[in-house]
């Protein structure tokens, strides 16, 4: 056990040994922190504070909305024709429901930073195609599979390595949004619920910290899927271009081809319709009709099981040769 | 004479149908330093990768201190360090790095054992550069380093003197006979140029088309009863031709101020007395070891990569 944790050690230290891993720390922080900034300094009205009269200031911005709205030429107000009605719907909600309005702080940056975790699923994608691909590329497998470590062990400890990555990755993306957003925004305090425009067009209260999880969560499924297959497309070819460019463009055009056969009974078991677990929640319609969370959950063990069992099939049991 | 340390045992390897390996029989002992002599694509790589568990075995075995390296990877492989083809390592991280990282994949190596392969190949100064920056020599004197970490029983360096130059293929040999003297390991080095490794081996196994053709030890090739060009350098070539064609019936040609003559190792003192008893001056005498050379130099005229 303790050789296997060297082994996973070995992976980091090449991993962050090189700089091109640090430029992805670089350009994650810097997006979190160009996105809070634009947040900050382009006033939308999200940042709206409401004090302990929050019932008459929500009653007041009613009226001159409606108001503005009346006024309004059709081609002039374009924006908060759009804008306006939205606010009214939400200003409501708050005012039927009796629910404080919340300022916009760190813990809802942090909620709205759930779309990063696509640039992280990117970056896992890169070092999980090279992981395995850079050693026959270096000629180094040569030196590695001739120790006294198991290949499936070797395999293994590459494999956890993308994963601890991946953790890392999402961990530096949290406490970057979050620090940023506290800096910028403030912090409300943990217990903060939310209201959010549900995918149905209504609002709805949440537990933010827990929808916070989640959405990572669901993120991370996508994440783990999409790296285990760049894994086992670079173990099989050996060359780390074609599992990252195979990788990505699936990721990116998985779900236009998904929606593209959606009418065939065939097209539910397709990766791609399955990755996205967030569509069975938030009153949303699941890619295909009848497809359910657990069948989703099915499907994906699947596939992840055989992407696995591909690499272990083509990292173990074939020749290390030259050319 | 000791167990050996590595037994190939008709080994075979094809691919693709292709009959790379043909079947190789032969021992390696402990101490000794083994030459796997062949021109190129004669299939030397292809059997160090199979004695290391790169490539599968298509038929036969290796073992290694009497452990199969096909049913007993972690066992056999323990006792073996190598070079395949080139001595490939991170180029991102320094020499140091690159030790630490291998030494980290087998239990029990220390950090002063690190220190000590390193004093050994001569390392210690470029030891905190990339190894991206390294020549050749140093690349080469690392990948030993490398191999010798965790004190194996064997050694395979394959074809470690190419691209070095003539003083750096001498330090190599003499790593390589202290290697074989002092610690008695088992070391077998492949090239492809017999003047390269000739020194450096006690006995040479030539390979040719996947099938070892001969396997001689490099004392043998003086044998009593066979003939060497001895070449002699004299200060007077004429009268010392004349005096050795006169005396032992023999053609005798004259190169600069060598004179040259084929002859047994036993005759070797009678010519020289002979000279002598001339009051011919002798400044040399150097015996060409020519039968392997000859034999080598033959098998590699019609080497045919089918
Ligand atoms: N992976 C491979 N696929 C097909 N042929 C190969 C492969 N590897 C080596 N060979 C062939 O095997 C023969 C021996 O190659 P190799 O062992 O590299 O020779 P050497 O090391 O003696 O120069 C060559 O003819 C080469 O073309
Ligand atoms: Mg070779």
């Known amino acids: 056990m303790s050789n296997f944790i060297q082994l996973v050690k070995n992976e980091q230290i090449k991993l962050y040994v090189r700089k091109a891993t640090w430029v992805m720390f670089a350009i994650l922080a810097l997006i979190a922190i160009l996105g809070a900034v634009i947040v900050r300094f382009i006033d939308d009205g999200s940042l709206q504070e409401y004090g302990d009269d929050w019932r008459e200031e929500l009653q007041e911005e009613n009226q001159q909305i409606t108001q503005q709205m009346e006024e309004a030429n059709s081609d002039e107000m374009e924006f908060s024709e759009a804008m306006n009605p939205a606010t009214l719907e939400r200003n409501n909600y708050h005012l039927e429901n009796d629910i404080k309005p919340q300022g916009y702080d760190a813990w809802k940056y942090l909620y709205e930073n759930t779309f990063l975790a696509s640039v992280i699923s990117l970056f896992t994608i890169i070092v999980a195609a090279g992981i395995i691909a850079n050693e026959f590329k270096w000629g180094t497998i040569k030196l590695l599979l001739i120790r006294p470590a198991s290949r499936l062990k070797i395999l293994a400890s590459k494999y956890i390595s993308i994963l601890v990555f991946a953790l890392t990755l999402l961990l530096f993306l949290i406490v970057v949004s979050w620090t940023v957003g506290a800096i910028l925004f403030g912090v409300d305090g943990l217990s903060s619920n939310a209201v959010i425009l549900q995918l149905d067009g209504t609002y709805e209260q949440i537990d933010l910290f827990k929808e916070t999880i989640i959405a990572y969560g669901f993120k991370m499924v996508n994440l783990v899927m999409m790296a285990t297959f760049a894994f086992m497309i670079s173990t099989i070819f050996r060359s780390s271009g074609m599992a990252i460019g195979l990788a990505i463009f699936l990721m990116f055009a998985g779900n236009g081809v998904v929606l593209f056969v959606s009418q065939y009974d065939w097209a539910k078991y397709i990766l791609f319709a399955n990755t996205d677990l967030s569509q069975y929640t938030g009153g949303s319609e699941p890619a295909i009709e009848g497809m359910t969370m657990a069948f989703s959950i099915i499907v994906l063990l699947v596939y992840y099981c055989i992407f696995l069992a591909a690499s272990w099939w083509a990292f173990t049991k074939r020749d290390v040769a030259g050319q | ?306």
């Not at chain 2, 008709?10 to 030459?35: A, C, S």
């Open chain 2, 1 to 306: 004479m000791s167990n050996p340390a590595m037994q190939l045992i008709g080994l075979k390897k094809t691919i693709r149908n292709k009959p790379i390996i043909k079947g190789l029989d032969f021992n390696i002992y402990p101490g000794e330093v083994f030459g796997f002599l062949g021109p190129n694509g004669a299939g030397k790589t292809t059997t160090i990768r199979m004695m290391v568990g790169l490539m599968k075995i298509t038929e036969g075995d290796v073992l290694i201190e009497g452990k199969s390296i096909k049913t007993d990877f972690k066992e056999a492989i323990k006792h073996v360090g190598a070079i395949v083809e080139n001595p490939e390592m991170y180029p991102f991280m320094t020499g140091r790095k690159n030790l630490e990282h291998y030494a980290r994949m087998i239990p029990g190596i220390s950090k002063e054992r690190i220190n000590e392969v390193i004093a050994l190949v001569g390392l210690e100064k470029p030891i905190n550069e990339k190894v991206g920056r390294y020549s050749l020599g140093m690349r080469q004197r690392l990948g030993i380093a490398q191999a010798l970490l965790h004190k194996p029983s064997i050694l395979i360096l394959d074809e470690p003197t190419n691209g070095l130059d003539p003083s750096g293929i001498r330090e190599i040999r003499r790593y390589i006979r202290d290697l074989a003297e002092q610690e008695n390991v088992a070391v077998i080095v492949s090239s492809h140029l017999l003047s390269e490794i000739e020194l450096m081996c006690d006995r040479i196994g030539i390979i040719k088309n996947g099938e070892i053709i001969a396997i001689n030890s490099v004392n043998d090739t003086m044998e009593q009863t066979e003939l060497n060009d001895v070449y002699i350098e004299l200060d007077n070539v004429q009268i010392g031709k004349q005096q050795l064609e006169q005396q032992f019936d023999k053609e005798v040609r004259m190169e600069k101020d060598n004179i040259i003559l084929s002859a047994k190792k036993d005759e070797i003192p009678q010519i020289i007395k002979s000279l002598v008893s001339e009051n011919i001056n002798i400044y040399g005498v150097y015996v060409k070891r020519s039968s392997l050379e000859d034999k080598f130099l033959e098998l590699i005229g019609d080497n045919t990569i089918e």
